[in-house]
């Protein structure tokens, strides 16, 4: 959607960008900053990021208070997000990350809930027919790429909801 | 060592003594000489050398031997020598302690230094030449004969030039002869005297330290106080404490009581240090004293307390000083004016800015302020989170 971000009361409170010595203090302002990070992400549907473009975008970065969140803080933050299962580093280097503002857990379920809705269990469905199908666009898995929305089916697998097989032109998914 | 000649070592007629040194030993070149340490003495004429223990060991040299010399700097575990360099001696020359000697110098070593003043009166009587003017009864062989003379004199003349242009120029300055050095060197003497004193009633007070009494202590320790120096036998107890420190804590606790009310009930160490001792004007604190006595401010129940901050920084402060009241008020300051840097928060209280900051930082460290840190400076907000 077109709708503007609105950005937390935070964003705007200059020592929300100077990373806090006081140990409580720190905790709470870690938890609004992987909140932040993960509805801007979820917003404009970024699903990694690059650590050097991060630190000049509008979410680390607030042109009008003139403050900015250190790289050191950032690699902060995104350990929190690690630490809680949103964040997958990509390269040992730690320089680009997966971000899962929704963990494939959280996106399975969604899916199955859509999937037990229609009484479409026992069905069939490829990878493709999921994220890009005409039945799935009002949903908000609509769109979800490709590696996340394998994770998620793997998670389902693993709750013995779903079975993963190979087709001949790619992967699919049976619904129990 | 070869140009040496045995002698009675009595002056002559018309020879004077100049000056003499004990504790001089003769090297032969850059060997020591067979012998042990003597004496050394300068008359107008001769450089005569005589064994400290063995009177009759006595030998000389004629002034007019010396080609020039120079002084050799100490070293460790090297006393400072003067070097001198002769002319050959005579085939004819009376008998001496060496027949013969593969150096053209000798050195005397100055055991028990002597040797800067030994050295301005050599070159005194080199440069008057004094034996030329009053020549002795009797005759002194002065290296002359032929050849050898020709040769040597004109490399005597070459070198004493040179020696001349090098060292009596800067003779002037080497020897303290302006008024100002005079008084100078008078001060460092009386300050060698007081030092030495000073030691010695130290070690006094270390030895007798079970023996005497405390007002004897007391008395001592604050004579050493106002000299400046720091009690020696105390590595205090910061329980305990001496009378001395009890005393000292109780006249603080009087002289501080005004000026701590007047600046909000605490005052930062250093400050404290400096409104003492302009008071005292003479017997002045040392740190480590003012320290010590403030250390059992509590234990004394004084209304004062030493109190050191994380940073480090020591601060003094009345005990009724209420550390809520101090925080709740710099919350409402800040909150107040949105935000506050150390220097803003100083200049509302009437602060010094160390103390403000310090006051800042543990309202941050209560969580009742959190900080801005940027290339504008660190200001402190109050804690939304």
Redo the contacts between chains.
Sequence with gaps: SEMSFEWP??YN???F??L???V??RQ??LA?WCSLVLSYCRHRKLYTLDVMEAQESPVFNNKKI??KLSVEAIQVVFEELRKKGNLEWMDKNKTRCLIMWRRPEEWGKLIYQWVSRNGMNNSVFTLYELSNGDDTESEEFHGLEEWMLLRSLQALQAEGKAEIITMDDGKGVKFF | MDRFLWSSGLLEMNETLVIQQRGVRLYDGDEKAKLDVGVVLLSTHRLIWRDLKNHECCMAIPLSQIIFFEEQAAGIGKSAKIVIHLHPASPNKDPGPYQSSKFSYIKLSFKEHGQIEFYRRLSEEMTQKRWERTPVSQPIPTGTGSQVTVMSAWWSICVWSVWESLHLTPLPTSVPSSQAFEDLSKLMEKAKEMVELSRSIASKIKEKQGDITEDETIRFKSYLLSMGIANPVTRETHGSGTHYHMQLARQLGDMLLAPLEERGGMMALTEVYCLVNRARGMELLSPEDLVNACKVFESLKLPLRLRVFDSGVMVVQLQSHSEEEMIASALDNVSEKGSLTSEEFAKLLGLSVLLAKERLLLAEKMGHLCRDDSVEGLRFYPNLF
């Design positions: 009361w935070q409170f200059p020592p960008f100077t806090q010595p006081n409580d203090t709470k302002q609004a003139s403050r």
